[in-house]
Structures are given as structure tokens and as C-alpha cells.
């Protein structure tokens, strides 16, 4: 028997129609994505996170010759916030990456290993993150939560 899956998803058109608080987390990604340190693929993702209490958090990619230890700019952030704000729901995470010296509009999605980090985290504070992904200009896309890019994800109930 065939089945089907689909995924659900908001498409903002443009920056203009993001909220003052979503517009905050698209500067700070998109800001830090100046930290990036990617010399060797030039890709520079930066990353935000919204915390309950309201404060925002940043992060960006750290490559590393000996790949694959290196790590995404989702990752670098989610994990400074889980050693940081151990007991602080995490409410928005915002990612924006592209080529450093190209110019894209396609939004770019986390990698699956990020999918997997993020999902850990919605597990352990028990309650969604709205992922936002983007490039330098387009659209932007949202998700109520990870799990809708993560399809048949696994999680500490398979243990």
C-alpha cells in the first residue's frame, strides 16, 4: 500500500511582511552570518534564536579542514543556548544562508543533522520551535515545528 506525506508551511513573500520581532531575527541571522567561518565551501549561514524570556541568541557555520568537524550555524547556536539557558524554551529559530559572494533567493532549509538537533531540543523542553529559513531576498519559509521537516523522525521514545 502506497502512502502519501506532505508538509505544511507558511511562504512569506518578502522581509516587509515579517512581524518587528521576525525582523529582528532576520537582521541577527543575517548579521551573523558575517561571523561565519567557511573557507573552505564560501557557503555562510547564520543562525538566531528566540528564547522565552526574549533574549536572542546568534550563531553562524565553523568549518574545519578535517571535515566533518566543523559545524552548521544551527547546531553552534542550539547547542551555546542548550549549555547556556539549560532551562529556557526556546520559542523561534531563524537561519539564513548562501554562497558568501553570490546572491540567491531560494530559502535555505537546515540540514538534516540540524533537523535532528532541533528536534532533540523540542523533545526536551516539550513544546514546538517555529523554524524560519531564508536566503539574502525572496521568500521566506515557516514551520510550526521541526517535525514538519523531519518526517518519521527519530526521538528518545524509540530507546
Known amino acids: 500500500m502506497q502512502k502519501e506525506h506532505t508538509i505544511t508551511f507558511e511562504s512569506i513573500d518578502s ?3 515579517l512581524n518587528e520581532m521576525e525582523k529582528t531575527l532576520f537582521d541577527k541571522a543575517m548579521s551573523s552570518r558575517n561571523t561565519a567561518y567557511a573557507p573552505y ?14 533574549e536572542i541568541i546568534t550563531g553562524s557555520n ?13 547546531r ?27 546572491s540567491t533567493s531560494i530559502p535555505i532549509p537546515p540540514c538534516g543533522a540540524c533537523r535532528q538537533a532541533i528536534l532533540e531540543y523540542e523533545a526536551k523542553q516539550k513544546d514546538e520551535i517555529e523554524i524560519y529559513f531564508a536566503s539574502l531576498g525572496g521568500a521566506i ?4 515545528s521541526i517535525r514538519e521537516l523531519l ?7 524509540y530507546l
Open 62 to 74: 565553523q568549518e574545519n579542514a578535517a571535515y566533518p568537524s566543523g559545524l552548521c550555524a544551527e
Open 76 to 102: 553552534t547556536t542550539i547547542f551555546y543556548t542548550g549549555a547556556n539557558f539549560p532551562d529556557v524554551k526556546i520559542k523561534k529559530l531563524f537561519v539564513i544562508g548562501a554562497p558568501r559572494n553570490a
Open 15 to 17: 522581509y516587509g511582511e
Open 151 to 157: 518526517p518519521f523522525s527519530f526521538d528518545a521514545s
Open 41 to 54: 565551501s564560501d557557503f555562510t549561514v547564520g543562525c538566531a534564536i528566540l528564547l522565552e524570556n526574549g
Open 141 to 144: 519559509y515557516k514551520t510550526k
